[in-house]
């Protein structure tokens, strides 16, 4: 299967900061491929970015998904207190669909 | 908007059956793969499988032959049966909607805890 990681595993920053998030799969899953998503505590996971960088719908033009092939980056500008929350990658390129071990991000 | 909510036991037994339901509240059922996610601490998050109206499912290789999805399309729900559960099956189960177009899960059930306990 592929193996997603992500790095770092958590990051504090303060509001207005910028966030830079890393995922790398250990096979190519092309750009069409990889989804991100935000996860809040009590909520569902919700789909940020899917095709490495397409918005999903309502999703604010702070949040940007970048890569291809392996190595891929969501940043996230101008950090608000509401984007603490836990992000995950995901690859739906092969069998079975994995995501990475997930990025706290942490407001100060 | 659709809604998509699960159902089922919060506690089951080690050993017995877990089966829970997703109601899917509107929408096309056939244009989309209907899926099943779960969360638990050791293992993060863990697609376990999806099912398609025009196709037979495909499940995770981690559940080997414990895991059964199925698709009931007249009454808009999809289930999900896990059998011989063990602790390593508490978590929080998700149902999720495939959406084949953009190749990502879109919409996601709110989730449900179940604890496997004696």
């Known amino acids: 299967e592929i193996v997603m990681t992500q790095s770092p595993a958590t990051v504090s920053l303060s509001p207005g900061e910028t966030a830079t998030l890393s995922c790398r799969a250990s096979q190519s899953v092309g750009s069409d491929y990889l989804s991100w998503f935000q996860h809040k505590p009590g909520q569902s996971p919700r789909l940020l970015i899917f095709g490495a960088s397409t918005r999903a719908s309502g999703i604010s033009e702070r949040f940007n998904g970048r890569g291809s092939g392996t190595d891929f980056t969501l940043i996230i500008n101008t950090l608000q207190p509401e984007d603490s929350a836990v992000y995950y990658c995901?690859?739906?390129?092969?069998?079975?669909?994995?995501f990475g071990p997930g990025t706290k991000v942490d407001i100060k | 908007q659709v809604d998509l909510r699960e159902s089922g036991p919060g506690l089951v037994r080690p050993s017995e059956t877990l089966f829970l339901t997703c109601d899917v509240s509107?929408?096309?059922?056939?244009?989309?793969?209907w899926n099943w996610i779960r969360q638990s601490r050791d293992k993060g998050l863990e697609w376990i499988g999806y099912v398609y109206h025009h196709a037979g499912p495909n499940y995770n290789p981690s559940f080997r032959s414990r895991v059964t999805i199925s698709l009931d399309t007249p009454k808009r729900h999809f289930s999900l049966e896990v059998k011989s559960v063990t602790s390593a099956d508490t978590a929080i189960y998700y149902c999720a909607r495939g959406s084949p177009g953009i190749a990502a899960s879109d919409v996601w059930g709110r989730g449900t805890v179940v604890v496997v306990s004696s």
């Open positions: 509107s929408g096309s059922i056939s244009s989309y793969s």
């Open positions: 995901q690859q739906s390129y092969d069998l079975p669909f994995t």
